[in-house]
């Protein structure tokens, strides 16, 4: 199994920016595939981000995209998501996810969750 602790959010005003990192421990990290999810009180859980083992291959909603870059350090067992011209409707609780081999959308293919770190943008 992979533990996976989130850190970086916080209280940022409209237009700013803010970097979300992911901490892994527990298995060996450079075979998984990472991404980034998050959700609002009383919303669905939605998928941000994706970012094959390699770091290559990247992936993004159309919500994000442009704005947001997902990145790994696989010496360091760190997974980041950098976020810029951040807006109201970002604000959610921002979760990673980790799962074997290839990259998904669908939350219910990522077996690994961290317990998420709060990012709220006003106005």
């Known amino acids: 199994q992979v533990q996976l602790v989130e850190s970086g959010g916080g209280l940022v005003q409209a237009g700013g920016f803010l970097r979300l990192s992911c901490a892994a421990s527990?298995?060996?990290?450079?075979?998984?595939?990472m991404a980034w999810f998050r959700q609002a009180p009383g919303k669905e859980r939605e998928w941000v981000a994706s970012?094959?083992?390699?770091?290559?291959?990247?992936y993004y909603a159309d919500s994000v995209k442009g704005r947001f870059t997902i990145s790994r350090d696989n010496a360091n067992n760190m997974l980041y998501l950098q976020m810029h011209s951040l807006k109201p409707e970002d604000t959610a609780t921002y979760c990673c996810?980790?799962?074997?081999?290839?990259?998904?959308?669908?939350?219910?293919?990522?077996?690994?969750w961290g317990q998420g770190t709060q990012v709220t943008v006003s106005s």
């Open positions: 527990g298995r060996t990290f450079n075979s998984y595939a």
């Open positions: 996810a980790a799962r074997a081999s290839h990259v998904h959308r669908d939350p219910d293919e990522y077996p690994y």
């Open positions: 970012v094959s083992w390699s770091g290559i291959s990247t």
